[in-house]
């Protein structure tokens, strides 16, 4: 009798392994409510509302009079940026912000662009919409949806849009024309934060599918590093049947098989399909791990009791520049901690990164912005062993905190057609090279065009 069972469940097991081996299960699409208090019974307004950035005197003589306030620690000899933010340089940083940088200047900047709010589940969401200006006769431009991550926002793309939107005139062919959207995640800059606990990256995905529906787009490409990586891979998850084509800069591939395989990579590297450049990338993986160790203290604070380093950081705009700016460095390139300015002007200019401060400073989203960390990470998630049925690229830039090889993102998302290895760069990609970003972009939207 027993014997029987056994056999009957083992065969039950095959068949349904058979079954459901080829079955691209999605994620269920659902809805939600994260504005304060109850839903309304009444219809959503889903009307579209012209945005402008603004400052005032207040803001920036409050700004100025923290500024001045500031209190610092000398930092240990020798230390560079080996013990965090090096406070030497930090002054240099609040000098020119107090001294130099014109705040009103870089909000005409912010506004070059058209930006836009609209109310999706309950929350205003903010996004710039760039349409191209010279267009060719006969041809339509193809929408993409392009999400920043953590400690991001919309204003690293504003260098790669034009490549995208306008490329005849940046010296790039205009066989493919892009109109893209810039949205803010939700509790990050201008988008308004959740009241609600549980907003993760799964609702983000389903607030901007929303979105471009909303803006007339049922068939849309989706590009994102960062959290925007696991918003893009949500929403292929959620609708693979509107999404054109994924470009990724960033995997977040956590249950697999081949990362359990890095520890024998090392010697049996070709037989899990690692290549010359992975090795390179990936090894010795004592020093990956340390690395890895080194720059994740914030997200256990953040993924655990983000709130509590939030009151700090949204009092202090010159604690809020040294808690991001230390990612610019060395989330940029991790040897940067071995110089005494981190690095920060070797890729960025300070107008760039303090524009970049102001969007947390000035809107008061620090708090809010880490909290996704805290109902992302932490628990379960079913769309972690969910595989991709959407035509993929991937962009592997050579300092990004983490390398993952072709086998390993292939195995995510089985319809990669195309993975590159980039040939400098590292987190915040688009902000930092954006040419080379705007390149892969193209070149992968090329392969699926031609499928």
Request: charged letters at 25%; hydrophobic letters at 35%.
């Amino acid at each position: 009798m027993w014997l029987e069972i056994l056999l009957a469940s083992v065969l039950g097991f095959v068949i349904y392994w058979f079954v459901s081996k080829g079955k691209e299960e999605t994620l269920p699409l659902e809805d939600g409510w994260w504005g304060p208090g109850v839903r309304p019974t009444a219809e959503e307004d889903k009307s579209i509302r012209p945005f402008k950035v603004e400052t005032s005197d207040e803001e920036i003589n409050d700004l100025h009079q923290r500024i001045d306030r500031v209190r610092l620690t000398s930092p240990l000899e020798d230390s560079r940026f080996h013990y965090g933010f090096n406070s030497n340089y930090l002054k240099k940083i609040i000098s020119y912000w107090r001294n130099e940088f014109d705040w009103r200047k870089q909000v005409e900047i912010l506004n070059k662009y058209p930006h836009f709010k609209t109310k999706i589940e309950g929350l205003d969401i903010h996004f710039i919409h760039v349409k191209p200006t010279n267009l060719p006769a006969g041809q339509t431009p193809k929408p993409l949806l392009m999400v920043h991550g953590w400690p991001g926002s919309f204003y690293e793309f504003y260098k790669i849009i034009p490549l995208l939107t306008d490329p005849k005139n940046h010296g790039l062919s205009d066989e493919h024309v892009f109109e893209v959207i810039c949205p803010s995640i939700p509790g990050y800059g201008f988008s308004e934060a959740s009241s609600k606990k549980g907003f993760n990256s799964v609702a983000t995905a389903r607030i901007f599918y929303k979105l471009m529906l909303r803006l007339g787009f049922q068939k849309f490409y989706i590009q994102g590093g960062d959290w925007g990586a696991l918003i893009c891979t949500n929403m292929a998850q959620l609708v693979p049947s509107h999404i054109k084509g994924l470009h990724l800069n960033m995997a977040l591939i956590l249950r697999n098989f081949y990362t359990m395989t890095l520890l024998l990579g090392r010697r049996f590297g070709g037989l899990f399909g690692y290549t010359e450049r992975d090795m390179e990338l990936i090894y010795p993986s004592k020093k990956i791990f340390f690395s890895l160790l080194r720059e994740s203290g914030y997200m256990h604070i953040q993924s655990t009791k983000p709130d509590t380093v939030g009151c700090a950081l949204n009092d202090s705009p010159v604690g809020l520049a040294a808690y991001i700016l230390e990612k610019f460095s060395t989330w940029t390139n991790s040897e940067f901690r071995d110089l005494e300015d981190g690095g920060l002007e070797r890729k960025f200019s300070l107008d760039d990164l303090l524009t970049g401060i102001m969007l947390y400073w000035t809107t008061g989203t620090i708090t809010s912005s880490q909290r996704f960390y805290k109902e992302n990470l932490g628990q379960v998630n079913k769309h972690e062993t969910l595989k991709v049925y959407v035509p993929t690229g991937f962009a592997a830039f050579p300092c990004e905190l983490m390398h993952f090889p072709e086998k390993w993102v292939k195995s995510k998302y089985p319809k990669l057609i195309s993975y590159s290895y980039m040939p400098r760069g590292g987190h915040f990609a688009a902000f930092e090279e954006p040419e080379l970003l705007a390149q892969d972009i193209r070149k992968f939207v090329g392969l699926q065009e031609q499928q």
